[in-house]
């Protein structure tokens, strides 16, 4: 901008915060507004939808753009701006106008960013909100190192995790974020360029990521092990399971000193660091855990219709967010697993128990982002009495514990804390009727603080006490007309005929004489008037400090208010899961060491729950390493094939996060991996073509799935040529049913009836299909499946119930036929089984786009049987024979 002589004081005080602070929308408050200038005017008008104005009219030429929000609003517009992608900077006035000399002291008390923020407008209660730090160690061409931190700002929450990644493919690493899905991305500035294709690929994975840059020496490891072990005032990291990371610490240290910056405050509620195990859990990529909808929908990424939408039938904001966690990091764990399930099963059994928690857990707040506004010095009087009102339950529900005889219950019961030092407190002193601001009083009970009971009787009963005043002072002195009065000059006074004045006792000062009359004072009538007219600010002081020490107590106590939150949180999920257990029918999963998955009556936990009661066709599934490693599914569109493979995932799944599952009974072993490929449905998010995408997916199953996994494939290879996607489909379906010697448990569903002739090749691989009643001309979806293969696909009547005019149904019968008989070689194999499956044979070549002609074909097409002598044909005869020959090998 250019050096306009026009700079007032007040602009340049502007300019130097919003110079300390770039990369920011700076928030400058004046009075009751807050106000934006130059490009920040700017940007924020049209972000926020408000009138863009300007600063000194007089001069055309150094008109400065501006705009600004009424303070009491300002949090709507700080969550617009937020949301939109941008960090605002909150500059406050820090001294009282009135005192000021010059111009009245400003200073940024923090910046709100989209991953740094514990404004409940701007938080979804039911998902953690991350800022993340990353730093990208370069091992070799082929092999990097991320390392990442984690912070949630509103539970301090802190974890980090390396993830080795190769540049070609960061799979591994999208996979983290997709999980945790940050809302902010800290790299080091010096990175902004290398990265770039990285963190491109990271904002598309994650519709929205704000990027910042930082300066490079956060991320140093001096700095950053000095930041943190100041921050745990520890001598290492090696207590928090933290000292054989290096790349994460570097990113831990820089994270941690954007939140003192931003924040402002010293974090005390970030206590630990804690390293995000990434083994332990049942991986599940990120493309499977979309395809299985699990937090979102496929289609129009939304909460209702996935997995944790049916689930979710916690109480408390704590509890939904464990319940994501768990969806999101199943456990791989026996023992723990079946502890989860003994406590739903202890809460199935008990009803009345379950009830009774539920309902109390109901009236129980965001326990673990109320004390971490606390902390931050957020913290208002609605905020205790929230906490209040969660506290009060404590007690009935460490009752109702003190019954559980499962051992995760009873670990919680044992170690509850009810908490009702701190619930008295808070119950004594608080008013339940106090404003969320802190500086106006009406904070503090009576009976809480004697000095405030007396200020607080000052302010409403001065007068009177003025009045009682005047009666003591009649009754001492004798003179009954003796009377109390109030002018500008020297305020309450007594008034007294002169003709009494002799009488009165020595502490009665003279002040002023009249005709017939004369003014006193007394020290205890100054006093008292002293106290009646401070009172009022006295008061407004005493309650503010007051409150701030009730504060600073329970501060005090955030970790025991943080654990109590925490065992909440996984009452809640269990309660959770005893319910929805309840009302749909669920049954608890056996849990097998032997690499077999029984399913019987399986239902689609989602799907069942859009139908009538009843309408959901229950369906058996079984898998083992002998003969059933890999199941081909045929059947007609619309049948049902998706939905068994995919109820058959999410049914393993479930299971893996100790929840009761949607069958008759189900017997299922431990996993460590599902792989889903489904659908052919384009990628558009990410830009991708859809057959790129189905290879890139398939390719990593084939290259990750080990004898414990489970695999589930629908319609691969669709997005291809047919003799491509069908020769594809069937080298991918051999490799799973044998991979290593060992086999991995597949669920294949497929169009391509080819695929059935697979189950003739291997012992392992067996035909299932989705039964169809054929009914006159058209055809009625039993949606069951069993055994055996389907011979015909049903595309026709598919067609037709579709409702394709007649004429072309019948016309596309005859087609179907004249192909049919083309289906078989001469040998009566399959065409497109005709290279034996085996290890020494070479891959059939198919051609792109057309089936392949055989060679004798075109050596047929070369004569003419009319002109050939009885030699020249005896030696076609050979040369085709040996041609045949060679083209079987
Ligand atoms: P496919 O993959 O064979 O084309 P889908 O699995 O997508 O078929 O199922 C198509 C529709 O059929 C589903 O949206 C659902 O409405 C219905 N459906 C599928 N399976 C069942 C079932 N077991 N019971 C009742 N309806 C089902
Ligand atoms: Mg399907």
Redesign the pocket.
């Known amino acids: 901008m250019s050096a306009s002589p026009k700079i007032t004081p007040m602009l340049q005080q502007y300019l130097e915060i919003k110079e300390q602070y770039p990369g920011t929308i700076l928030f400058y408050r004046m009075g009751d507004f807050y106000e934006m200038f130059f490009e920040d005017a700017v940007v924020a008008a049209k972000v926020l939808g408000i009138t863009l104005t300007s600063r000194s009219h007089k001069d055309e030429a150094n008109k400065i753009p501006m705009c600004g929000v009424p303070f009491h609003a300002v949090s709507g517009y700080l969550g617009k701006m937020v949301k939109a992608g941008y960090r605002v900077a909150i500059c406050e006035q820090v001294e009282d106008p009135k005192e000021a000399k010059g111009i009245v002291r400003r200073e940024v008390i923090r910046v709100v960013t989209p991953g740094v923020t514990t404004d409940d407008q701007l938080l979804d209660e039911k998902a953690d909100c991350y800022v993340c730090a990353l730093v990208v160690q370069k091992k070799s061409t082929k092999e990097h190192l991320a390392g990442l931190a984690l912070l949630d700002i509103s539970t301090g929450r802190f974890q980090i995790c390396e993830v080795s990644f190769s540049p070609k493919d960061p799979g591994a690493l999208v996979d983290v974020f997709s999980r945790l899905r940050p809302a902010e991305l800290l790299i080091p500035q010096a990175e902004l360029d290398t990265l770039a294709p990285l963190t491109h690929l990271l904002s598309q994975q994650m519709g929205q990521l704000c990027l910042t840059a930082r300066p490079d020496f956060h991320f140093e490891t001096v700095t950053a092990i000095a930041t943190l072990t100041e921050h745990f005032r520890t001598a290492n990291l090696a207590g928090f399971g933290c000292d054989a990371y290096t790349a994460a610490i570097d990113a831990a240290g820089a994270l941690l000193l954007y939140l003192r910056e931003t924040q402002k405050s010293e974090l005390a509620h970030v206590k630990r660091i804690m390293p995000l195990h990434q083994s332990g859990y049942l991986i599940i990529d990120d493309a499977s855990r979309r395809n299985l909808e699990l937090t979102e929908t496929l289609v129009g990424g939304q909460r209702q219709g996935s997995l944790l939408a049916t689930l979710d039938r916690t109480a408390t904001p704590m509890g939904a967010r464990l319940l994501r966690r768990w969806l999101l990091f199943p456990l791989q764990d026996r023992k723990e697993i079946l502890r989860r399930l003994d406590g739903v099963e202890e809460l199935i059994e008990q009803p009345a128990v379950r009830n009774t928690l539920r309902s109390l857990l109901d009236s129980i707040y965001d326990l673990e982002r109320l004390s971490s506004r606390l902390v931050l010095g957020h913290g208002n009087a609605r905020d205790l009495s929230a906490i209040k009102t969660s506290l009060a339950q404590l007690p009935d529900l460490h009752h109702q514990l003190n019954g559980c005889t499962s051992s995760l219950l009873r670990a919680i019961a044992e170690r509850f804390d009810i908490l009702d030092d701190l619930h008295r407190l808070i119950d004594s002193a608080i008013r339940d009727d106090a404003p969320i601001t802190l500086r106006e009083g009406n904070l503090i009970r009576e009976d809480y603080n004697a000095e405030l009971d007396h200020l607080l009787r000052l302010l409403r009963d001065g007068k009177q006490m003025i009045l009682d005043l005047e009666h003591a002072e009649r009754q001492r002195s004798g003179i009954a007309k003796l009377k109390v009065g109030y002018n500008k000059v020297f305020g309450y006074y007594f008034e007294i005929s002169r003709s009494q004045t002799q009488e009165l006792p020595e502490y009665f000062i003279r002040k002023q004489t009249l005709v017939n009359a004369e003014r006193f004072i007394t020290p205890e009538l100054k006093e008292l008037e002293n106290a009646i007219v401070t009172a009022h600010d006295r008061r407004l002081e005493l309650e503010y400090a007051l409150f701030l020490d009730i504060r600073e107590h329970l501060v005090q106590n955030d970790h025991r208010l943080l654990q109590v939150a925490a065992q909440l949180a996984e009452l809640d999920v269990l309660a959770c899961f005893a319910e929805v257990a309840t009302r749909y029918r669920y049954c608890r999963p056996q849990i097998n060491t032997n690499r077999t998955i029984t399913i019987s009556e399986g239902r689609?936990p989602v799907?069942e729950r859009s139908?009538d009661p009843g309408?959901?066709?229950?369906?058996d599934v079984h898998l083992d390493q002998e003969r059933h490693e890999l199941l081909i599914i045929t059947?007609p569109?619309?049948?049902?094939?998706?939905?068994?493979l995919r109820q058959t995932a999410l049914i393993v799944l479930m299971a893996h996060i100790g929840c009761f599952v949607p069958a008759e009974s189900a017997d299922l072993c431990i996993v460590d991996r599902i792989f889903t490929r489904v659908g052919a449905m384009d990628d558009l998010r990410r830009g991708q073509s859809t057959f790129m995408v189905e290879m890139n997916e398939t390719a990593n199953i084939l290259n990750n799935a080990t004898e414990d996994s489970l695999v589930i494939l629908?319609e691969i290879g669709r997005g291809t040529s047919t003799y491509d996607g069908l020769a594809i489909a069937w080298a991918v379906a051999e490799e799973l049913a044998h991979k290593n010697g060992l086999g991995i448990k597949t669920l294949f569903?497929t169009h391509y009836h080819e695929l059935t002739d697979l189950a003739a090749t291997s012992d392992k691989i067996q035909n299932y299909s989705?039964a169809v009643k054929e009914w006159n001309d058209s055809i009625i979806?039993l949606?069951k499946l069993v055994k055996g293969a389907t011979n015909r696909s049903y595309g026709i009547q598919v067609a037709a119930l579709a409702g394709v005019p007649e004429h072309v149904i019948t016309r596309a019968y005859t087609i179907l036929k004249n192909i049919e008989q083309g289906e078989f070689t001469l040998q009566g194999q399959p065409k497109i089984a005709a290279g034996k499956s085996g290890k020494k044979q070479n891959p059939m070549q198919l051609p792109l786009f057309s089936p392949a002609t055989h060679p004798l074909t075109d050596l047929l097409r070369t004569i003419n049987p009319d002109l050939l002598t009885p030699k020249q044909a005896l030696d076609f005869i050979y040369q085709a024979v040996e041609l045949m020959k060679k083209n079987e090998e």
Not at 615 to 619: D, G, S, T
Not at 638 to 644: L, P
């Open positions: 689609h799907i139908m309408r959901f066709v229950p369906n059947g569109n619309m049948a049902g094939k998706s939905t068994v629908d569903a989705i979806f949606h």
